[in-house]
């Protein structure tokens, strides 16, 4: 059974920091890209960041850039997302997703996603 499960979200005041957590299990983590997308009440999920199976590249959304890092850790099939400098925009539920191809860049096409985690509430107040 694949299962993702993200944890860290919560309620932060804006400026503050969040890292969000994805535990992979049941999934071949070697080979995929992995990263995170989010949904905001009303909008479509929109992807944030993701990164290659090496984690040597991170691929960045623009309104997330120089303030969001991801990072991973394959031997522990663990995927981090560092959260600064956070806005009131950022409140979303964030999803971690596993990829289908090794590339971070992948990870910005949906229909390249294999695996979706139940995802994690983030609030950002102001």
């Known amino acids: 059974q694949v299962q993702l499960v993200e944890s860290g979200g919560g309620l932060v005041q804006a400026g503050g920091s969040l890292r969000l957590t994805c535990a992979a299990s049941?999934?071949?983590?070697?080979?995929?890209?992995m990263g995170w997308y989010r949904q905001a009440p009303g909008k479509d999920r929109e992807f944030v960041v993701g990164?290659?199976?090496?984690?040597?590249?991170?691929y960045i959304a623009d309104s997330v850039k120089s303030r969001f890092t991801i990072q991973r850790d394959n031997p522990k099939n663990t995927v981090f997302l560092q959260m600064n400098s956070l806005k009131p925009e950022d409140t979303a539920v964030y999803y971690c997703?596993?990829?289908?191809?090794?590339?971070?860049?992948?990870?910005?096409?949906?229909?390249?996603?294999?695996?979706w985690g139940q995802g994690t509430q983030v609030t950002v107040s102001s």
């Open positions: 049941g999934v071949t983590f070697g080979g995929r890209a």
């Open positions: 990164i290659s199976w090496s984690g040597g590249s991170t």
């Open positions: 997703a596993a990829g289908a191809l090794p590339s971070a860049q992948t990870m910005a096409v949906r229909t390249q996603i294999d695996y």
